[in-house]
């Protein structure tokens, strides 16, 4: 078994998964900011539309779907970078089309489409496939060595693995290839309706719907391959031995119940947890030997009472560290307060990578 160290520095992507409330985006910057202090050009993304990550790096002025540096007070030697962003569905969407169509005026017809505005922000599996699509894009950028993903804290966060194939199978359609016919056969919108078919998804969906439908899937003639290609990449990518999946999970029932489901479904498409943290953890303390007088009494109790936490919270994760045996396992402690600047955040880098007597103990239970 690897050490955490070992697993991050030798990746290129590290995707960050587990439920909400355990600390997952702050591990994400965490994990940037030890990268950028060994000399990598980091950047992390969050998919999350919160602002969890601009608060965990202290920014009052959020983030944009464009990577910002960030001043985390490296030496002037120093070639390690770290950057931030947070993904914006729609822009995503818009700057693929601009990068697939053949020409200015095809990607204005798509982008002025009303039934692209209207998928390009609400459609199911869109904000998957971007984040799909932004990974890959930050990962051709050659300002950076490694890209780290925070996922949205939901079961569908790692819907984005599945995002690139749904796509290639959209292609791949009956239906994709009847509403591209038009196209193909010199046909105008107008005519399509006389079709049998069309005339019938007319009826549910609506005739003006259809029509943008049919004028999107025109405007996007000739643009298939592109798409096609992007996505065989972006599903070889997040199954390559560069990629890294690290799990984080806090010593609840509920959330160690989440991280088991995302260490099944990684089970599932054969990609193994790298790295498992447990935050917030409560650590056991060693017992005085000697008699108890009564006067500590109090004290007595409370280091009983925090023990007995810990035997319980170890026991709780008891399931979750064989359903990862293999992965590197670091348990940090509960902190007095959140995570809200770059000291505090260098304090979980700092325990993550640095674990001294706490990760010894839990690791000796």
């Given at each position: 078994?690897?050490?955490?160290?070992?697993?991050?520095?030798?990746?290129?992507?590290?995707?960050?998964?587990?439920?909400?409330?355990?600390?997952?985006?702050?591990t994400?910057?965490?994990l940037?900011?030890?990268?950028?202090?060994?000399?990598?050009?980091?950047?992390?993304?969050?998919?999350?539309?919160?602002?969890?990550?601009?608060?965990?790096?202290?920014?009052?002025?959020?983030?944009?779907?464009?990577?910002?540096?960030?001043?985390?007070?490296?030496?002037?030697?120093?070639v390690?970078e770290?950057?931030?962003?947070?993904?914006?569905?729609?822009a995503?969407?818009?700057?693929?089309?601009?990068?697939?169509?053949?020409d200015?005026?095809?990607?204005e017809?798509?982008?002025?489409?009303?039934?692209?505005?209207?998928?390009?922000?609400?459609?199911?599996?869109?904000?998957?496939?971007m984040?799909?699509?932004k990974?890959?894009?930050?990962?051709a950028?050659?300002?950076?060595?490694?890209v780290i993903?925070?996922?949205?804290?939901?079961?569908?966060?790692?819907?984005f693995?599945?995002?690139?194939?749904?796509?290639a199978?959209?292609?791949?359609?009956?239906l994709?290839?009847i509403?591209?016919?038009?196209?193909?056969?010199g046909?105008?919108?107008?005519?399509v309706a006389?079709?049998?078919?069309l005339r019938?998804?007319?009826?549910?969906?609506?005739?003006d719907?259809l029509?943008?439908a049919?004028?999107?899937?025109?405007?996007?003639?000739?643009?298939?391959?592109?798409?096609?290609?992007?996505?065989?990449?972006?599903?070889?990518?997040?199954?390559?031995d560069?990629?890294?999946?690290?799990?984080?999970?806090?010593?609840?029932?509920?959330?160690?119940?989440?991280?088991?489901y995302?260490?099944a479904?990684?089970?599932?498409?054969?990609?193994?947890?790298?790295?498992?943290?447990?935050?917030?953890?409560?650590?056991?303390?060693?017992?005085?030997a000697?008699?108890?007088?009564?006067?500590?009494?109090?004290?007595w109790?409370?280091?009983?009472?925090?023990?007995?936490?810990?035997?319980a919270e170890?026991?709780?994760?008891?399931?979750?560290?064989?359903?990862?045996?293999?992965?590197?396992?670091?348990?940090?402690?509960?902190?007095?307060?959140?995570?809200?600047?770059?000291?505090?955040?260098?304090?979980?880098?700092?325990?993550?990578?640095?674990?001294?007597?706490?990760?010894?103990?839990?690791?000796?239970?």
């Open positions: 078994m690897s050490d955490i160290g070992t697993v991050v520095s030798t990746a290129d992507v590290i995707i960050c998964c587990g439920s909400g409330g355990v600390g997952k985006t702050t994400a910057a965490a940037g900011l030890q990268l950028a202090q060994i000399g990598r050009r980091t950047v992390v993304v969050t998919i999350d539309p919160a602002r969890r990550l601009a608060d965990a790096l202290g920014l009052a002025d959020g983030l944009t779907n464009e990577p910002t540096r960030l001043d985390i007070g490296l030496p002037p030697e120093s390690g770290l950057w931030a962003m947070m993904l914006d569905t729609a995503t969407f818009d700057g693929l089309v601009r990068a697939n169509a053949p200015a005026e095809q990607a017809r798509i982008l002025t489409n009303r039934f692209y505005r209207n998928i390009a922000g609400a459609l199911s599996g869109t904000q998957e496939y984040a799909a699509e990974l890959h894009a930050l990962h950028d050659t300002r950076f060595d490694v993903v925070d996922t949205p804290p939901t079961r569908n966060a790692l819907d693995l599945d995002a690139p194939g749904t796509l199978r959209f292609l791949d359609h009956p994709f290839k509403l591209m016919l038009p196209t193909r056969r046909l105008k919108v107008l005519n006389a079709q049998p078919l019938t998804i007319a009826k549910v969906v609506g005739g719907v029509a943008d049919i004028a999107f899937f025109q405007a996007f003639a000739g643009m298939e391959t592109g798409f096609r290609s992007r996505a065989d990449e972006v599903m070889a990518l997040l199954r390559s560069v990629t890294r999946y690290v799990l984080v999970a806090s010593p609840r029932a509920d959330t160690v119940e989440e991280a088991r995302f260490a479904r990684l089970g599932d498409s054969h990609l193994p947890v790298g790295a498992l943290i447990v935050n917030r953890a409560t650590p056991s303390f060693p017992v005085p000697g008699r108890r007088a009564a006067r500590d009494a109090a004290l109790r409370n280091l009983d009472e925090l023990n007995a936490i810990a035997a170890h026991i709780q994760l008891a399931d979750l560290l064989v359903d990862v045996a293999d992965a590197a396992t670091v348990w940090v402690p509960l902190l007095a307060s959140d995570v809200h600047d770059l000291t505090s955040l260098h304090q979980i880098r700092e325990l993550l990578f640095a674990p001294a007597l706490f990760d010894a103990e839990m690791s000796a239970e």
